[in-house]
């Protein structure tokens, strides 16, 4: 049995990594939440269980729980701090939210998967 | 002839429509009345509508409630969303049931296999919420619901009444995954109280893999989470004879969508050289959800006669016979036996 004595290292540093937005997990039993804009960021789409249910078709068979992940993209060019005042501003407007997911382009590639 | 009904035929990509057809070909000789509405879906469709699936097929299958599918093959990578699991998401088809039962001819190591797999459609790893947390570092949400878990759960219980099955295991690692795959195992539990005349119980995934390979005969019905659900019904199919073989449903609550499990093999595209039979089974299956269960037993019959008989088989059981000489040997021993 070999003995190895020195372990593989390796990294996957990105060189430019750019916030364009927000995943935010929205708690709610009113049906799908309907956004304003809220400062620089708007609603791209919602979806429940993974599945997008707004904005287009939604079948009347769809399971949907109280859990939606609701995507906002920026519309300029955003810092952390647009983020933290984001986030103030929706809880400010009522909504419970449980997580919230910054979205980042690496090298000008989105790090994040679309809805079904 | 009975009543007429209208499916939809979603023939798919590369040997998929010479599949089809084959299919076709024996399921209207079996004496059923059925109206083909053809769809498109697959690889073929990008150039023609930008999407693996348009529009136009999703409204057809809404109104028919029903489909056939042929294969089709998701490209990797490319940020096409794949055809098979928006399907599953608009409608909702959060049932898949996979059977793998032993088919008489094909020589296998078991006497016997029957189990019929209900596999989650719709949550778990296939939620598609994945997010690039740092650059280095990927995350994937893995989400179980009670709703969605109790649902799958109701409905293998429900499936099993209805067929005369005798035992349902839950598959899980709740051991590890104590909130998701423990959630549910809860819901399963909880289902399983309004069937006591079912036997109930729950097996760790790694374990179930390991007795699967074992002792195959000992399982009935199994009922899993997604991810798990997607790889062990491909463990069953491989235990009773590979995925050519390997029939498949997606059942909603407002449509069901009957598909082979397999790839559409672009290389033997239009050679018809491939074997209809998975896509042929699922038609089978297809014809019981419809009601048609005389049509689907003398498909079965042909089919078994044909296979036993070895002299119109396709290359993968040994034969020489084209796709659609196998499926006219089939229809030819359903009119003998009329």
Redesign the interface.
């Given at each position: 049995m070999p003995t190895f004595t020195e372990t593989a290292k390796a990294t996957k540093k990105k060189k430019d990594i750019k916030l364009v937005g927000v995943d935010m997990y929205i708690i709610t039993d009113k049906g799908i939440p309907k956004f304003d804009d809220i400062g620089p960021f708007k609603c791209e789409f919602i979806s429940n269980r993974g599945t997008k249910v707004w904005p287009g078709f939604v079948s009347p068979d769809l399971l949907q729980v109280n859990w939606y992940r609701c995507r906002f993209m920026a519309t300029k060019d955003v810092q952390d701090a647009d983020v933290n005042t984001f986030l103030d501003a929706l809880s400010k407007k009522g909504w419970w939210w449980s997580a919230a997911q910054k979205l980042w382009n690496y090298d000008g590639e989105a790090g994040f998967s679309k809805a079904y | 002839m009975g009543k007429q009904h209208v499916v939809t035929m979603l023939p798919g990509e590369g040997t998929g429509p010479e599949i089809c057809e084959a299919v076709r070909l024996v399921i209207d000789a079996s004496g059923v009345d059925i109206q083909w509405e053809y769809e498109d879906i697959g690889l073929d469709c990008l150039e023609k509508y930008g999407t693996l699936l348009p529009d136009k097929t999703?409204q057809n299958i809404?109104k028919n409630k029903v489909a056939l599918k042929g294969p089709t093959t998701t490209p990797i990578g490319t940020?096409h969303?794949s055809a098979n699991?928006?399907l599953r998401?608009?409608?909702?088809l959060?049932a898949n049931v996979r059977p793998a039962k032993l088919i008489p001819v094909l020589k296998r190591p078991w006497d016997k296999i029957d189990i019929i797999n209900f596999r989650e459609n719709?949550?778990d790893c296939?939620?598609?919420?994945?997010?690039?947390?740092s650059?280095?570092v990927a995350q994937c949400l893995k989400?179980i619901?009670w709703?969605?878990s109790y649902?799958i759960a109701d409905f293998a219980f429900k499936w099993a009444k209805a067929n005369g099955r005798k035992k349902i295991y839950c598959v899980h690692k709740a051991n590890i995954m104590k909130m998701t795959d423990g959630l549910f195992l809860d819901a399963f539990r909880e289902v399983a109280k309004k069937y006591p005349d079912i036997e109930s119980g729950d097996i760790i995934v790694d374990n179930c893999c390991m007795q699967l390979v074992r002792n195959p005969a000992q399982f009935d019905c199994l009922v899993l989470p997604n991810l798990y659900g997607d790889i062990l019904t491909d463990l069953c199919a491989g235990l009773v004879g590979g995925l050519g073989f390997a029939p498949g449903a997606n059942v909603?609550?407002?449509?069901a969508i009957f598909e082979a499990v397999h790839g559409s093999a672009p290389k033997y595209a239009g050679m018809k050289k491939v074997n209809p039979s998975a896509v042929l089974v699922s038609g089978i299956m297809m014809l019981r959800w419809l009601g048609e269960e005389a049509a689907a037993a003398r498909i079965e019959k042909a089919m078994f006669a044909v296979l036993d008989e070895r002299k119109h088989v396709t290359y993968d059981v040994g034969g020489t016979a084209k796709t659609d000489e196998y499926a006219q040997a089939i229809v030819d021993k359903m009119h003998a036996k009329a």
């Open positions: - | 999703i809404a940020g969303k699991v928006t998401k608009v409608f909702d959060y719709t949550e296939y939620a598609a919420i994945e997010h690039m947390v650059d280095e989400v619901t709703p969605g649902r909603g609550d407002g449509c």
